[in-house]
T-cell receptor, first 116, second 115 residues
Framework: AQSVSQHNHHVILSEAASLELGCNYS??????LFWYVQYPGQHLQLLLKYFSGDPLVKGIKGFEAEFIKSKFSFNLRKPSVQWSDTAEYFC??????????????FGTGTRLQVTL | KAGVTQTPRYLIKTRGQQVTLSCSPI?????VSWYQQTPGQGLQFLFEYFSETQRNKGNFPGRFSGRQFSNSRSEMNVSTLELGDSALYLC??????????????FGPGTRLTVL
């Protein structure tokens, strides 16, 4: 079974600061990787995803993530955060080739607070 | 295209009762997955339905069950409610395309409070 670790539980940044949220997974096989965001009072939305190919993926709202297979990591980055980026961010994985692609395993989430 | 819809949005029940939650997937999506979100356990996979059949299951007791209808709409049922069942229940839909590269799109959730 796979597991996901998000080591930053709560991050506070000033507007225009750079952001990097860590995500590490544990699984011996091939995975798909996702970052979802949950804005206050809203539902989970997909930020970006990685299935294969270029390990640097770009998502919506200026977010990007880099898959480093040797480190089992998929860190989320944004060069300059805005107040509107205040939200909870979830990293998720599922396993390829096992018939369980529908089963997403989520990290515990990182609450990002951006101050003006 | 309309997103995933869930009804009701809020529910209050008492211990021992049962509850049914409903999910309508994005038009054309045939897979529906359910997740439980709590502050302590985070987001946990309950089960997935595809073509009216449960295809994957998480580690929840048998009190949690579901079904899917021919129009891909899904319901989730929790019997003999316990205080610990208080949570946000999320539904997600995906096509699927036949491979392992489908993306799940989430609904707003049903917030269940058990008193």
């Amino acid at each position: 079974a796979q597991s996901v670790s998000q080591h930053n539980h709560h991050v506070i940044l000033s507007e225009a600061a750079s952001l990097e949220l860590g995500c590490n997974y544990s699984y011996g096989g091939t995975v798909n990787l996702f970052w979802y965001v949950q804005y206050p009072g809203q539902h989970l939305q997909l930020l970006l995803k990685y299935f294969s190919g270029d390990p640097l993926v770009k998502g919506i709202k200026g977010f990007e993530a880099e898959f480093i297979k040797s480190k089992f990591s998929f860190n989320l980055r944004k060069p300059s955060v805005q107040w509107s980026d205040t939200a909870e961010y979830f990293c998720a994985v599922n396993a390829q080739g096992t018939g369980t692609a529908s089963k997403l395993t989520f990290g515990t989430g990182t609450r990002l607070q951006v101050t003006l | 295209k309309a997103g995933v819809t869930q009804t009701p949005r809020y529910l209050i029940k008492t211990r021992g009762q049962q509850v049914t939650l409903s999910c309508s997937p994005i038009s054309g999506h045939r897979s529906v997955s359910w997740y439980q979100q709590t502050p302590g356990q985070g987001l946990q996979f309950l089960f997935e339905y595809f073509s009216e059949t449960q295809r994957n299951k998480g580690n929840f007791p048998g009190r949690f069950s579901g079904r899917q209808f021919s129009n891909s709409r899904s319901e989730m049922n929790v019997s003999t409610l316990e205080l610990g069942d208080s949570a946000l229940y999320l539904c997600a839909s995906s096509l699927p395309s036949g491979g392992d590269t489908d993306t799940q799109y989430f609904g707003p959730g049903t917030r269940l409070t058990v008193l």
